[in-house]
């Protein structure tokens, strides 16, 4: 596709335009999918789950051991299941589920989905349909099948996305809700929700985030009167669509468009803005594949998709500097944001100095960053700001070692030397313990 006819002049002047960029993001990234109605839906499987062998009662059991997200009933013991190899929901994870931040209104990513609502019903007069309570609980499926993301993508792995069983995964992306609608009969669709995966530990990566998918599928008379072809025409709506968005909540702002690649649509982009003296991506989007259309009974037409991190935006909109915030129930940080204000700047309440611990190892074959991050937050939860490779090499004898930089920081408080030195220590023993490699 010609670059040039994707080019706008747009109020928020894109500083650059489809420029081939490899860049960070690992591929898994787009594999996703979703699940409800369909067969081995949640809701079937769940409670066939919940029904089975009597419940033992486990003594750690938190106080909200049983949920339920849009009519589907979540049980602890079905999800976080430790002596099970084909889960790896850990309680951190199963904590989260239920708390849908962008269900409140007063909360920043309450008032920036509303904001979009409110963009897309000014644009679009109310035609787009709004979904913000479908189970996180899907299928492989849904999460990844129909979506067509291949079987030996990263994505899949037990190392990216949290596994319920070897058919059942949280969420890794709101498109794994996209099929099932498209057969629903949805032509124009927006579905926000918290999605899940096993990541990398920094200020603008946490392992629940929340996206919001939009969809619009176009019959031929819409791109047949514009004299460009079916692809180019909704390329073109698509980023009309998203810049005008942008310009929407943020007025003048940096950004560019960089060509990527996802499973589920060709051409794809990814748009980034500029934010803390770096470029942030904070959306994936593509013309739909064909096939996904021709399995919704959609031969004729063609549709544009888009996922937006909701968090990424909303760090830009009201300058909150690190994503663990959005968790916070600190008052300090609760009590500045309320509905409909756009316009918020988050003040920081505290600004504590960050403590550093290095660890150096020799790892296994099986060793991952991924997993190295999950024993950190484990154990020292939302107090770890961030996880960085800081040296590796291999020795004559193939030994492979790494050095970890781990930043403790509480964006709530100050932590003790003592409390640091335990959290370390703690940490250091779980890596030899589950990780399989040799501390240095
Ligand atoms: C996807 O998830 C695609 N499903 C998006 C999509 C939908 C593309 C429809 C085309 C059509 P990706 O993995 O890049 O793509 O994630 C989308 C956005 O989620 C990213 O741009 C980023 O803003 C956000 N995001 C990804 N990982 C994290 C994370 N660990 N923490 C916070 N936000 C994240
Ligand atoms: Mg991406």
């Known amino acids: 596709m010609a670059a040039a006819s994707l080019v706008h002049s747009s109020l928020c002047r894109p500083s650059s335009f489809l420029h081939q960029q490899y860049h960070h993001h690992r591929f898994r990234t787009f594999a996703l999918s979703i699940p409800f109605p369909s067969s081995g839906s949640p809701a079937s499987l769940f409670s066939s789950l919940s029904s089975g062998s009597p419940q033992k009662k486990s003594r750690w059991a938190p106080v909200a051991a049983v949920l339920e997200v849009g009519g589907v009933k979540i049980v602890k013991e079905d999800v976080v299941r430790e002596d099970d190899p084909t889960n790896n929901v850990p309680d951190t994870i199963f904590s989260k589920l239920g708390l849908q931040l962008h269900r409140r209104d007063n909360h920043p990513l309450g008032i920036l989905k509303n904001a979009i609502y409110e963009y897309f019903d000014t644009n679009y007069s109310g ?16 999460n990844f099948d129909d979506v067509l993301v291949p079987a030996d993508h990263v994505s899949r792995s037990y190392n ?7 058919n059942t995964v949280l969420r890794c992306h709101t498109s794994a809700h996209q099929v099932e609608l498209l057969r629903q009969g949805h032509n124009q669709f927006l579905v926000t929700g918290d999605v899940y995966r096993r990541d990398s530990i920094d200020a603008t990566h946490y392992p629940v985030f929340h996206q919001m998918e939009g969809v619009r599928v176009f019959s031929p008379d819409e791109w047949q009167a ?26 003048d702002v940096e950004m560019r468009w960089v060509d990527t690649y996802f499973p589920f649509t060709n051409p794809s982009f990814e748009l980034e803005i500029y934010f803390q003296e770096k470029w942030m991506e904070v959306l994936g989007c593509g013309v739909t594949e064909q096939e996904i259309l021709k399995r919704s009974d959609r031969m004729d037409n063609v549709a544009w998709a888009f996922g937006l991190g909701l968090e990424r935006l909303a760090m830009v909109l009201f300058e909150i500097p690190d994503i663990r915030l959005f968790w916070s129930t600190d008052e300090r940080f609760t009590s500045q944001f309320s509905e409909g204000q756009l316009g918020a700047k988050f003040k920081p309440f505290s600004k504590f100095p960050p403590c550093y611990k290095d660890v150096s190892f020799w790892i296994s074959d099986s060793f991952t960053e991924n997993n190295l991050c999950e024993v950190v937050r484990g154990i020292a939860g939302d107090l770890v700001e961030e996880v960085q490779l800081i040296d590796n090499f291999t020795n004559k004898k193939g030994m492979t070692s790494h050095c970890y930089r781990i930043a403790y920081r509480s964006t709530e408080r100050s932590l003790t030397d003592e409390e640091i030195n335990q959290l370390q220590w703690n940490v250091r023993e779980a890596m030899q313990s589950k990780l399989n490699v040799v501390l240095r």
């Open 127 to 142: 035609k787009f349909v709004k979904f913000d309570n479908l189970s996180p609980i899907v299928s492989t499926k849904e």
């Open 160 to 166: 990216d996305t949290y596994y319920v069983n070897a």
């Open 226 to 251: 514009s004299g460009l072809d079916a692809t180019s025409y909704a390329a073109m709506d698509l980023k009309k669509s998203l810049e005008g968005l942008a310009c929407h909540l943020f007025g």
